[in-house]
């Protein structure tokens, strides 16, 4: 069976990731969190280039709350519509 791959939603403890998280179920994406303090826990250490929220989806990489928005506003307006090549793993 294939599925499509979810948008990974990476977030720190901010209010802006909250808040991002707030977007995702009030638009009723369906997504998958990844808390950046695991990474640091369980890989490599601090990851100081990593911006939270941040989103990591087929359609593209949206770095900082602003681009997150705009990734769920465009989800929203159906210009998400057509499936990316890269939709399956």
């Not at 209010?15 to 994406?29: N, T, V, Y």
């Not at 640091?40 to 990593?50: L, Q, R």
């Not at 989806?57 to 602003?66: L, N, T």
Request: proline content about 4%.
């Amino acid at each position: 069976m294939i599925r499509k791959r979810k948008p990974v939603l990476f977030i720190d403890d901010g209010k802006e990731s909250m808040a991002a998280i707030q977007l995702f179920e009030k638009a009723g994406i369906a997504y998958v969190t990844y808390h950046i303090k695991k990474f640091e826990e369980s890989c490599c250490g601090e990851v100081p280039t990593t911006i939270s929220p941040s989103v990591f989806a087929p359609d593209g990489v949206f770095k900082g709350f602003e681009e997150v928005k705009g990734y769920v506003t465009s989800r929203n307006n159906e210009t998400f519509g057509e499936e990316s090549k890269s939709a399956y793993w």
